[in-house]
């Protein structure tokens, strides 16, 4: 993380730290199939970015990023599943250095392009950033959420505003068995009140 930390630092540098880029984008946690989870299962999700090369900015592309995603720990763990593996449709051959930091209830994750300025110019401008796997640890409702003071950085070493961020919510169910179980001890427990209840009448 520190690497990429410092390669971050150094994009900016050679920008001359530039003004931040006022297009605004948004970074969207998607589930690819469900938002639902039982407890010691996993469900994956994408990371995006969307809102580059907007009408204020149709040069503004992303080279580097620092995401931090925050959660529960006590609902679930999240961690990386894969990276992208290029930056929106850059074409030009180059190297993604690629990094993780993992705390509790945290996962950060950075990446950086080596490609030149002008190779971004065929970068889309909204892709997946990574997919993540999301277990379930105990029942109940848990989000996994975006920091919005994550850092992104353009093309040119300038910094790239987070306008928004939608964060996933994530609802834990307990396990199959457990359910089963649970609804079997209230369907003896109900039979039990209505013997007991017939033999007073």
Do not use: W
């Not at 530039?18 to 990371?47: C, E, F, K, W």
């Not at 959660?71 to 449709?89: A, E, H, I, Q």
């Not at 996933?168 to 089963?180: G, L, Q, R």
């Amino acid at each position: 993380m520190k690497f990429i930390k410092h390669l971050l630092a150094c994009v900016a540098a050679v920008g001359l730290l530039a003004h931040a880029a006022n297009a605004a984008v948004t970074l969207s946690l998607t589930p690819v199939t469900s938002s639902t989870v039982s407890v010691g299962d996993s469900v994956q999700y994408y990371l995006t970015i969307s809102g580059l090369k907007g009408v204020d900015n149709p040069n503004t592309a992303l080279s580097g990023y620092i995401i931090d995603l925050e959660y529960d720990s006590t609902k679930v763990t999240v961690s990386l599943s894969s990276y992208l593996t290029s930056f929106g449709g850059v074409t030009e051959t180059n190297s993604i250095a690629v990094d993780t930091y993992t705390a509790d209830g945290l996962l950060s994750l950075a990446a950086v392009s080596s490609a030149s300025s002008s190779a971004f110019s065929s970068q889309v401008s909204s892709f997946t950033l990574a997919t993540i796997t999301v277990t379930g640890q105990s029942a109940g409702s848990a989000s996994v959420s975006i920091n919005s003071d994550s850092s992104l950085s353009d093309q040119d070493g300038n910094t790239v505003a987070v306008g928004s961020v939608s964060d996933a919510a994530v609802t834990v169910v307990p396990e199959p068995s457990t359910a089963a179980f649970v609804g079997l001890a209230g369907l003896l427990a109900v039979m039990r009140f209505r013997r007991r209840f017939a033999q007073v009448g």
